[in-house]
């Protein structure tokens, strides 16, 4: 293969993780700009996604490739039960953990959101046992370039980089419209101004921010479906590094800020690809957190966020 196509391969290699990345940031954004609450147990409802499409596959005996009216029909309707359940585990863990906490000092929901990620791990440990577990080839995967355009080339692109892209893009693409063109979206980005004078307009702070973590809980759940059709195989502790990765990813690109999530989804997919293939798979997370260290040093703000004066 030619330096050209490495290249290439390693970029397309670093859109599709990437993606997935940045749909595991948003919802740590989300919640962030709305409570200011870093939810390191997103990253295992991200888990949890990957576990509940693989158990829904299972009870509908779907362990083969699926193809027509299957494809069209039952990977839908699994994308939205995955994301519903996801979503609602995600609201059901504020309620329970982090509402009791909201008025108390930051350190306690903060460590409060450690130990949920712990149980979450644990009931997955539990629940698919500590080896890996196969995730079925459900999502057909095709060489696009040499069956579909007829070149003849060693740069591998399959429909399954392209589900991915076409997962992800809508639905980054949907929250953006969402949260700066319809009134829930205008009531979420009130509260995270001032959540005092939202709720003196008549805003429902709890309400909203229910919506936020189910969002933010169903972006995770989708992003664990699309990471389990991708790579064929999940464990319990995959949310551990998917979640750090994409939690950094959300402070490189502003925290609380939605596009720059996603740039910094991309921008550390892209940056695990390249330094996995020219420099070892080893550094790669002594490289992606040294960039972090450098953006909060000389940008604490972040690539697209803005810097804010504390009123006193």
């Known amino acids: 293969m030619e330096w050209h196509e490495v290249l290439v391969q390693q970029t397309i290699n670093g859109l599709t993780r990437g ?5 595991i940031a948003l919802g740590y954004t989300m919640v962030y700009g709305i409570i200011e609450l870093i939810n390191f147990a997103h990253g295992d409802v991200f888990m949890l996604g990957l576990f509940v499409s693989l158990t829904a ?20 309707l699994v994308f939205l039960a995955t994301m519903c359940c996801c979503g609602l585990v995600n609201v059901t863990i504020d309620r329970l953990a982090y509402r009791p906490l909201r008025h108390s000092a930051r350190l306690a929901p903060f460590i409060t959101a450690i130990g949920v990620s712990f149980m979450i791990e644990n ?41 991915v892209v076409g997962v992800t893009a809508p639905l980054m693409f949907g929250l953006q419209r969402f949260v700066t063109r319809t009134t829930w979206g205008k009531a979420m980005r009130a509260i995270a101004q ?3 004078t939202a709720q003196t307009m008549g805003i429902n702070v709890e309400k909203m921010i229910m919506l936020t973590f189910f969002i933010g809980g169903a972006l995770a759940g989708a992003a664990g479906l699309t990471q389990g059709l991708y790579y064929n195989i999940g464990t319990w502790y995959i949310g551990f590094q998917a ?10 690109g502003g925290i609380g800020n939605m596009p720059g999530a996603a740039l910094g989804g991309l921008v550390i997919g892209f940056l695990s690809a390249w ?38």
Request: no cysteine; charged share 20%; aromatic share 12%.
């Open 123 to 163: 009931l997955a440990l539990i629940w698919k046992g500590p080896a890996p577990v196969p995730y079925p080839d459900v999502f057909p995967s095709i060489d696009v370039l040499r069956e579909w355009v007829g070149v003849d080339t060693l740069v591998y692109l399959t429909t399954k980089d392209l589900f």
């Open 194 to 196: 001032d959540r005092e």
């Open 275 to 312: 330094s996995d293939q020219y420099i070892s798979a080893r550094w790669t997370n002594a490289i992606v957190f040294s960039i972090l260290i450098l953006v909060l040093v000389f940008r604490p703000q972040g690539l697209l966020g803005e810097k804010t004066v504390d009123r006193v």
């Open 243 to 252: 979640g750090l990765r994409a939690f950094t990813a959300a402070v490189l």
């Open 57 to 76: 596959f299972t009870l509908l005996g779907m362990a083969r490739t699926l193809g027509g009216w299957e494809l069209v029909t039952i990977l839908p």
């Open 19 to 23: 993606s997935v990345f940045a749909l």
